[in-house]
T-cell receptor
Framework: NAGVMQNPRHLVRRRGQEARLRCSPM?????VYWYRQLPEEGLKFMVY????????ESGMPKERFSAEFPKEGPSILRIQQVVRGDSAAYFC?????????????FGQGTRLTVV | QQQVKQSPQSLIVQKGGISIINCAYE??????FPWYQQFPGKGPALLIA?????SEKKEGRFTISFNKSAKQFSLHIMDSQPGDSATYFC????????????FGKGTLLTVNP
């Protein structure tokens, strides 16, 4: 049973470009959560999605960031017109319908560098 | 406003020693307190968690101590091993929305052989 798969592992973008981060949840998991880890900081919650629905986006920046989890395919975190401050590690986690608790697992993260 | 303060920032312990990491929280609505272990290049992995109905929880060499009145909780690693060397994060959330964790800044633990 493969774990949470994130790709790419490393992504370099120039200021003003778009970044697309992908997350494939564990088999049997239909809930996806995105977190951001800035340098020297703990992880910060961004968004919680179920298939085709955004459940909680209270941690998402108001502009340039969006997330989706389509019926088919991975969840996508999209950052438009990236700036240097977007450089961070982005982690997704997934869980079953039982919810978070001991049922949620993190992927290895995508490290975004904006140059 | 940082809602979960973690200390120390880094910790060096000899093999066989006890590692202690402390966290303090501000939001009295928090009622779920997990600890995560993260190795370089990997995602965080749940280590152990506690809810405020108990003051201590032990799983193998890992123990969480919880002090509700002081709004503090700590992780104790007994008989620390070099393989325990990692970054440890405490976190807190409200049960029912426990996916919305507030993390501390992390403690880099190094266990010397």
């Amino acid at each position: 049973n493969a774990g949470v798969m994130q790709n790419p592992r490393h992504l370099v973008r120039r200021r003003g470009q778009e970044a697309r981060l992908r997350c494939s949840p564990m088999k049997g998991h239909s809930h996806v959560y995105w977190y951001r880890q800035l340098p020297e900081e703990g992880l910060k919650f961004m968004v919680y999605l179920q298939k085709e629905n955004i459940i909680d986006e209270s941690g998402m920046p108001k502009e340039r960031f969006s997330a989706e989890f389509p019926k088919e395919g991975p969840s996508i975190l999209r950052i438009q017109q990236v700036v240097r401050g977007d450089s961070a590690a982005y982690f997704c986690a997934s869980s079953s319908d039982r919810g978070w608790g001991t049922e949620a697992f993190f992927g290895q993260g995508t490290r975004l560098t904006v140059v | 406003q940082q809602q979960v303060k973690q200390s120390p920032q880094s910790l060096i312990v000899q093999k066989g020693g006890i590692s202690i990491i402390n966290c303090a929280y501000e939001n009295t609505a928090f009622d779920y307190f997990p600890w995560y272990q993260q190795f370089p290049g990997k995602g965080p992995a749940l280590l152990i968690a506690i809810r405020p109905d108990v003051s201590e929880k032990k799983e193998g060499r890992f123990t969480i101590s919880f002090n509700k009145s002081a709004k503090q909780f700590s992780l104790h690693i007994m008989d620390s091993q070099p393989g325990d060397s990692a970054t440890y994060f405490c976190a807190a959330s409200i049960w029912g929305s426990n996916y919305k964790l507030t993390f501390g800044k992390g403690t880099l633990l190094t266990v010397n052989p």
